[in-house]
């Protein structure tokens, strides 16, 4: 069993829509969650880490995480075609990183 | 303009030969890393490095080789013995903590 499980998709939604985006994991040592976008052929770009459960919202996106489910979410509100690009999560735990294999996001205009 | 450069953006190794990829950063951080990005798989760690001059080994280093003579600098080598190399490389940099990592723009690494 893998530490970290992501959907690979694609994830297919039109303009506007709300996405939303989910990594679960077994090992309940994991204390911090990022996510990270990466454009075709380009390196990860950060966009959100939290430590504890709950939400943390900035402009368009919230992390949520349920650690007691050990699951995590990415939503993304009014998605627009320039978020089309492959989500990771990656979480961190005594000072062990582990990378999602990341789902990729189309949306149509 | 801060920010990470990696150099070059492709790169062609041919058979028993040693190749160098280049992490360059001017963010001040003390931390670097390099990772292997393949198909299907998560990011995976080669080697880190939290301070000049000391450097630990990640989850895949084997066939792999760093140096870390400068804050700014973390070359990495992929050896001859390194059998299975095609992959996107990627060199990240951190201030506080792993959890904070900024990325390069990555090498694709392809063989000959």
């Known amino acids: 069993q893998k530490e970290v499980e992501q959907d690979p998709g694609p994830l297919s939604v039109p303009e506007g829509a709300i996405v939303s985006l989910n990594c679960t994991y077994s090992?309940?040592?994991?204390?911090?969650f990022m996510w990270y976008r990466q454009y075709s052929r380009k390196g990860p770009e950060l966009l959100m880490y939290t430590y504890s459960s709950g939400n943390k919202e900035d402009g368009r996106f919230t992390a949520q995480v349920d650690k007691s489910s050990k699951y995590i979410s990415l939503f993304i509100r009014d998605s627009q075609p320039s978020d089309s690009a492959t989500y990771l999560c990656?979480?961190?735990?005594?000072?062990?990183?582990?990378f999602g294999t990341g789902t990729r996001l189309l949306v149509s205009p | 303009d801060g920010g990470i450069t990696q150099s070059p953006k492709y790169l062609f190794r041919k058979e028993g030969q040693n190749v160098t990829l280049s992490c360059e950063q001017n963010?001040?951080?003390?931390?670097m890393y390099w990772y292997r990005q393949d198909p299907g798989q998560g990011l995976r760690l080669i080697y880190y490095s939290q301070i000049v001059n000391d450097f630990q080994k990640g989850d895949i280093a084997e066939g792999y080789s760093v140096s870390r003579e400068k804050k700014e600098s973390f070359p990495l080598t992929v050896t001859s013995a390194q059998k299975n190399p095609t992959a996107f490389y990627l060199c990240a940099s951190s201030q506080q903590g792993m959890e904070t990592q900024y990325f390069g723009p990555g090498t694709r690494l392809l063989v000959l």
């Open positions: 090992n309940s040592a994991f204390q911090y």
């Open positions: 990656a979480l961190l735990g005594f000072q062990k990183l582990v």
């Open positions: 963010l001040n951080h003390d931390a």
